[in-house]
Structures are given as structure tokens and as C-alpha cells.
């Protein structure tokens, strides 16, 4: 199963880097549960007086290749969006 690394990307360009990483079956699976994750972050961020709209979630894989990146202000919409374009290869 893939290993997936999320990764925090703030206002200044700095990075939170993820070192333990997630198993996930697929890249749909790994991007939804980004999604799910980036709703937490953004309460959290709110909470802290910081904006969502200030960070991105960058999702590697094993080899440190990005995947896609999630912008924190797309999860507050209530709908999960698709995958589709935001694949990099």
C-alpha cells in the first residue's frame, strides 16, 4: 500500500513536514482524507485568529514527488471536490 506524506505549508512559505506519513490504497482515498483533515486544520487555524485561505496541505509520496496540493480554504466548502486536475505527476 502507498505511503502518503502531508505536509503544512504556511503564509511565510513555511513548511510543516510530515515524517511518519499514512498508508492509503489510492491517491482518490489519500486526497479525501486530506480534504477531511484540512477541515480540522482550518477550525484549528480559526481558532488560533490565523486564516485558512494562508495554507496548503502538500501530499508526497515515498520518493519526497508531490502528489497534489490542497489548498486549507478549499475544505470550507461542505462538498469534497474532485481529485481530477489537481493530480501532479
Known sequence: ?????FHVR????DLSRDELGLD???VETAYRETFCAARDISAELAACGQHP???TIEVMDAA???IFRLP???SLDH???RLTGR???
Do not use: I
Not at 10 to 13: D, E, F, K, V, Y
Open 1 to 5: 500500500m502507498p505511503r502518503f506524506f
Open 10 to 13: 504556511g503564509a511565510r512559505q
Open 24 to 26: 492509503f490504497p489510492d
Open 53 to 55: 485561505c494562508d495554507y
Open 64 to 66: 519526497d514527488e508531490l
Open 72 to 74: 486549507v480554504s478549499d
Open 79 to 81: 462538498r469534497v471536490p
Open 87 to 89: 493530480f501532479r505527476q
